[in-house]
């Protein structure tokens, strides 16, 4: 179940049904009005009518009955306040040829209003005509709207491209949602696990953190969680899968969305959906155990607080303890705990919550390169470094959600977090490695402590002019962003051993104990970090404009103003302002009800706070997308077809940090990335659901720079099954492959090497019970030697053999 909701279905009436009804209505006399109709809280935002009518049906404890073809792309200007359930459905009508009436005391029937006309009152019902035919319900299909449940491997909106609740269909631009369905059927253990099969998303294990994300050639950026930027540090420390309710990848530039962090998102962004309270109780125990994730345990509780009025909670909490990895790194485990509570009363919705997260991550398996080629690699038997080498985080976030209705499909809504973040650890690094064993083995260790705080507040709404309606958000997003404390606090320290024999049977001390030495590290060896607040402002413009059914149009820009406060070498306070307009369209034509073409563009920026060779901070790097594409609904709408064009083109990036005092950036070369993207998700048939994604891409740097962790193609396909035969219903099984081509890495030195292309196949057994779940699966399901996309010499790592994994929920 997801936030605040209740499972719905839209059933689809036969074809047959619609005259029957006409004519039944014809003749029916009118149903009177009861005395004192119940009167009920309403807060349905302007949206797409199909999924308007599965938050009414959920607000009003109905089921809705559309026959085929009668929503198609109809949108509502919504309906919000003290409404009698009549009176909210006849709003989100309004302006249509839809009329509704009663089938039974809890199902609600809405078709094309009939020549003769009809009149019923939504909550009580005649008795049916015994000459109408019996309804006959088709397959039944889950549609999502903000706050539905991800049962399927589709959903049907999303507000994240956006800021206001879109039908994906209509959304002029890529965008893949990754279901809580997709992640328990893959047996997924993080977000970089979880997104692998999205189109133009690749994975980087990282060497003193979690995995890199690149999507179309570019790291993510830091994301957002629930639709707001996560500045300096989220996707550093992500919470467990257990505590995220989906997530959502958007192709492209998101600048206008209000990310403008060191490492921007040209190619794309993720946006985690968290889990947030319910009406409807959950009790769901969770388990896990993997070769390299050890034991993981979760609980994940919710419903109305006892004796509350419109109050529910959502409590989550997790653990996971590795003992140590293949290689002998140790003492893995990571600590969640996430409570929220949210109220819904008149024309008002609040959520307030709250995460805590302790990950210390043990140092990953990995290799060295002993050349300039994989045909140097050290053997996976030699654990390079210390076993104690990790990497900790320690993170806190308050979040609070605020929704008010103040008019007729018109909302106030303001949201916003503050997080602190701790991350501290020490690891070595070899470089300069030779055939013989010799190597330059670097400890390092560093210490980060950042906050950060944001918060939106927009007004949304709609209005026509003629056949023309336009749905706007005005918004205003501030920022504040404090990257470390500066001083002896926050630190960056090294310290190199000349010569150290990789193979000898000398063991490397822990990295403090090496550090501990009082010549070990020179004054020109430690690095003090941050210490400023910088300061972000913007204001955010959109209108999404309907013409007609057919066409509609997405504008949007965003003006931001920035601020760093920081200094100069010379110790000199200094603070600069700078603003900057970010805009963005989209065009939208809808073929049909499930047939969508679009185009847009879109532009990326990032400020930049280094300092260039003349002490002056470098411009700010500007990108340009241009995208077209196609959405197309198949199979009865259980699946879903994207396939997208684009190019991006990047004025300069910064390439190199200068290694000494006073640490001045230099301008990297521009960039030009082409490509083209299939994916497919969705219910085949009953029972067979299906993934798959085909990429082929092209990156070129200017100036003929080679181009480094950047697949031609990459491609992937999994089926899932549930027996649908009586015998073994109880039973169901997937598998699935991932396979990408060559690419290639560059050494600290410059040096370039190839990255042989690859391929990984994974299976596993399901078992259903009435109350629980098991997963049985094995992942590198041929033993294969597995790269990532994109390392240097000092780090390469590897997957070897099999890994078994256990999973499972026990609903109590």
């Known amino acids: 179940m997801s936030i605040g909701t209740r499972r719905l279905s839209l059933v689809l009436a036969i074809g047959t049904l619609l005259p029957s009804l006409a004519c039944a209505n014809a003749s029916a006399p009118a149903i009177t009005e009861a005395p004192g109709p119940t009167r009920l809280v309403f807060s349905i935002p302007a949206q797409s009518l199909s999924t308007a009518l599965l938050t009414f049906g959920q607000q009003a404890n109905l089921q809705v009955l559309t026959a085929a073809g ?12 003290e409404l009698t359930p009549e009176a909210a459905l006849r709003r989100l009508l309004q302006d249509s040829d839809l009329d ?48 539905l449940s991800d049962s399927s491997y589709i959903v049907n909106s999303t507000g994240s491209a956006s800021r206001t609740e879109m039908p994906i269909l209509h959304v002029p631009q890529s965008v893949s949602v990754v279901t809580h369905a997709q ?10 696990e979880a997104v692998r099969n999205v189109a133009g998303v690749q994975y980087v294990d990282g060497f003193d953190s979690p995995a890199l994300i690149r999507i179309r050639g570019f790291n993510a950026g830091n994301g957002m969680t629930d639709g707001m930027p996560n500045s300096i540090a989220r996707t550093e420390d992500l919470p467990p899968l257990i505590g995220i309710e989906r997530v959502e990848v958007l192709k492209g530039p998101e600048a206008v969305l209000g990310d403008t962090s060191v490492t921007n998102n040209f190619g794309g962004l993720i946006n985690v959906v968290m889990k947030r309270p319910q009406s409807d109780p959950i009790r769901q125990l969770s388990f896990s155990w993997g070769r390299y994730d050890g034991a993981r345990v979760g609980l994940d509780l919710g419903g109305p607080m006892a004796g509350s009025n419109g109050w529910n909670y959502r409590w989550i909490m997790s653990g996971n303890y590795a003992e140590r990895t293949e290689q002998g790194y140790r003492g893995q485990r990571n600590v969640y705990l996430a409570p929220s509570i949210g109220w819904e009363g008149e024309s008002t919705k609040l959520m307030l919550g709250a995460e805590y997260l302790n ?40 979040v609070y959600a605020l929704e008010q209705g103040i ?21 070595w690094s070899f470089y300069n490695g030779d055939p013989s064993g010799l190597v330059d083995a670097v400890a390092k260790a560093y210490r980060y402590s950042d906050a950060w705080f944001n918060v939106q507040n927009d007004v949304a709404g709609s209005f026509e002019q003629g056949s023309v309606t336009h749905n706007v958000v005005v918004g205003f997003d501030y920022t504040q962003t404090h990257a470390g404390r500066g001083g002896s606090n926050d630190y960056l320290k090294s310290s190199k051993s000349d010569d150290y024999n990789f193979y000898g049977a000398t063991t490397l001390p822990t990295v403090r104990q090496a550090l501990a030495s009082a010549d070990a590290v020179s004054a020109t060896d430690v690095q003090t970090l941050g210490g400023a607040w910088s300061t972000d402002t913007g204001i955010f413009l959109q209108d999404q404009i309907d013409f007609g059914d057919r066409w509609s149009a997405l504008l949007a820009a965003r003006r931001t103003t920035y601020q760093l406060h920081t200094k100069t070498a010379d110790g000199t306070p200094r603070r600069l302002d700078k603003s900057k307009w970010v805009p963005k369209a989209g065009i939208v034509y809808k073929a049909s009800s499930t047939v969508s073409l679009y185009a847009n563009t879109a532009s990326g920026f990032q400020p930049n706070s280094l300092l260039g060779q003349d002490g002056e901070p470098l411009p700010p790097s500007l990108s340009r997308q241009v995208e077209v594409g196609t959405k197309l609904d198949l199979f009865d709408q259980r699946a879903r077809l994207t396939a997208a064009v684009y190019r991006i083109r990047l004025d300069h990036s910064i390439d190199l940090i200068s290694p000494e005092p006073p640490y001045f950036a230099t301008p990297g070369p521009g960039q030009t990335n082409r490509g083209v993207e299939l994916e497919f998700a969705g219910e085949v048939t009953t029972g067979l659901n299906v993934l798959a994604s085909y990429t082929h891409a092209t990156v070129r740097n200017d100036g003929d720079q080679p181009v480094t962790g950047s697949p031609r ?27 990408r081509s060559r690419t290639q890495g560059k050494t600290s030195q410059g040096q370039y090497f190839d990255i042989p292309g690859q391929a990984s196949a994974e299976a596993n057994v399901s078992y259903y019970s009435k109350h629980w779940r098991a997963t049985l699966g094995v992942k590198n399901l041929f033993a294969r ?19 078994v994994m256990l999973t499972g929920t026990y609903d109590f």
């Open 183 to 192: 992640m328990d059927a893959q047996q997924a253990m993080s977000v970089a």
């Open 70 to 81: 009668a929503v198609g792309d109809i949108r509502t200007g919504g309906a919000s306040g």
């Open 785 to 803: 030697t597995l790269y990532a996309v994109n390392f240097d010499e000092s780090f390469v790592p590897l997957r070897q053999g099999r890994i």
């Open 100 to 147: 509704f009436e009663s089938f039974d005391a809890k199902t609600v029937i809405v078709r094309r209003r009939p020549a003769v006309p009809v009149s019923t009152y939504l909550g009580y019902s005649a008795a049916p005509d015994a000459s109408l035919p019996l309804i006959q319900a088709l397959a039944e299909i889950q549609v999502h709207a903000v706050a």
């Open 359 to 398: 990950n210390r991550v043990a140092g990953p398996d990995h290799v060295v390169m002993m050349g300039n080629s994989l045909q140097s690699l050290s053997p996976m038997g030699i654990l390079p470094g210390n076993p104690d080498d990790h990497a900790t985080f320690r993170t806190g976030r308050f």
């Open 713 to 739: 193609q990459q491609g992937s396909l999994w089926l899932s099954y549930r027996f649908q035969n009586a015998m073994w219903r109880d039973w169901g099984w997937g598998a699935g492959a991932t396979a």
């Open 407 to 427: 008019g007729d499909g018109w909302a106030f809504r303001s949201r916003g977090q503050y997080v602190k973040q701790l991350k501290d650890g020490g690891l």
